[in-house]
């Protein structure tokens, strides 16, 4: 209780910072209050997410302290949040820990940095074209879910990028992406499920159903929720026609894996019958089918 306590104080202690080096002791707070519920995982782990904290919180101070390195400070924070091309160690952790710790690392873990970069204005058009092209590659392949989800975070990065100098659509966006995301693994830790194998299992339709509109909702397919926060986020913001074209694109290759997942789900017959309420699965279904008709 008392580790889960340290981690939301941390994170009011970023939302109150005022300054640099402010910002900069509240995720080195946030940091070392994630270690101990990382301890519970592989030792491997944890000790690469410390490393990788170390050397960026090293960057991001050596930057703050001395204004000839300040241009490091964008990189240090990219670093710290796993952006593409610095996610290697990010899709490391993310292959064999649990989907409770990736679902914290992959969002409320990424609120420091956020908020650094948001202050910074960072909205390099090079870094959100690679985030969106490695983040919809990097899933194609893959037969670990854990992996899949870690690489859509990176192709999520970019859009959040492209909203950053909006503070309330990127709010909307980030809020909106975490309700997706968090019904998707409650549904998929509720089964255990960690690779696409297990897919297959014998569930019940409605659950199958649900975890499938959550992925599909996750990759930005239409009509679903997660489309329509795409789609607002391109037609608020004036981007440039090939930063459009590398944005769509990489959500057509997300789209394509998790489709193959949803599929494998959903073309599996179901021998099970109970009459148990899938609660879960039935506000998911709601949230992101019915949720989108107040965008229109």
């Given amino acids: 209780m008392i580790k889960?306590?340290?981690?939301?104080?941390?994170?009011?202690?970023?939302?109150?910072?005022?300054?640099?080096?402010?910002?900069?002791l509240s995720i080195e707070i946030n940091s070392l209050s994630f270690i101990?519920?990382?301890i519970e995982e592989r030792k491997q782990n944890r000790l690469k997410y410390f490393l990788i904290q170390s050397v960026a919180s090293v960057i991001f101070l050596a930057s703050i302290l001395n204004q000839s390195?300040?241009?490091l400070i964008p990189f240090a924070l990219l670093i710290k949040i796993g952006a593409a091309p610095f996610h290697?160690?990010?899709?490391?952790?993310?292959?064999?820990?649990?989907?409770?710790?990736l679902s914290l690392l992959i969002t409320f873990q990424k609120i420091g940095p956020l908020l650094g970069l948001a202050i910074l204005q960072f909205t390099n058009s090079f870094f959100i074209f690679i985030r969106a092209f490695i983040g919809g590659?990097?899933?194609i392949n893959q037969s670990n879910l854990r992996l899949i989800i870690a690489f859509s975070s990176v192709r999520h990065l970019s859009w959040l990028i492209v909203n950053i100098s909006?503070?309330?659509?990127?709010?909307?966006?980030?809020?909106?992406y975490l309700a997706?995301?968090?019904?998707?693994?409650?549904?998929?830790?509720?089964?255990g499920m960690y690779s696409l194998a297990q897919m297959n299992s014998n569930a019940r339709l409605i659950y199958?159903?649900?975890?499938?509109?959550?992925?599909?909702?996750?990759?930005?397919?239409?009509?679903f929720l997660g489309f329509f926060i795409k789609w607002i986020s391109l037609e608020i913001n004036i981007l440039s026609p090939l930063l459009v074209l590398a944005l769509v694109v990489s959500s057509c290759f997300s789209v394509y894996f998790y489709f193959k997942i949803a599929m494998r789900s959903l073309l599996f017959p179901s021998e099970v019958k109970s009459k148990k309420i899938e609660i879960p699965g039935i506000l998911s279904i709601g949230f992101n089918i019915f949720l989108p008709l107040f965008f229109l």
């Fill in 88 to 101: 290697i160690w990010l899709v490391s952790i993310s292959k064999s820990i649990s989907w409770k710790v």
């Fill in 166 to 176: 909006r503070f309330f659509l990127i709010l909307v966006y980030y809020v909106t």
């Fill in 137 to 139: 590659l990097g899933g």
């Fill in 4 to 24: 889960w306590l340290c981690l939301f104080f941390s994170y009011i202690l970023i939302v109150s910072s005022h300054s640099w080096l402010g910002l900069w």
């Fill in 69 to 71: 390195f300040s241009f």
């Fill in 208 to 223: 199958k159903a649900s975890i499938s509109f959550n992925l599909l909702s996750l990759a930005g397919l239409p009509p």
């Fill in 36 to 38: 101990p519920i990382i």
């Fill in 180 to 191: 997706i995301l968090y019904f998707a693994v409650i549904l998929l830790q509720q089964r």
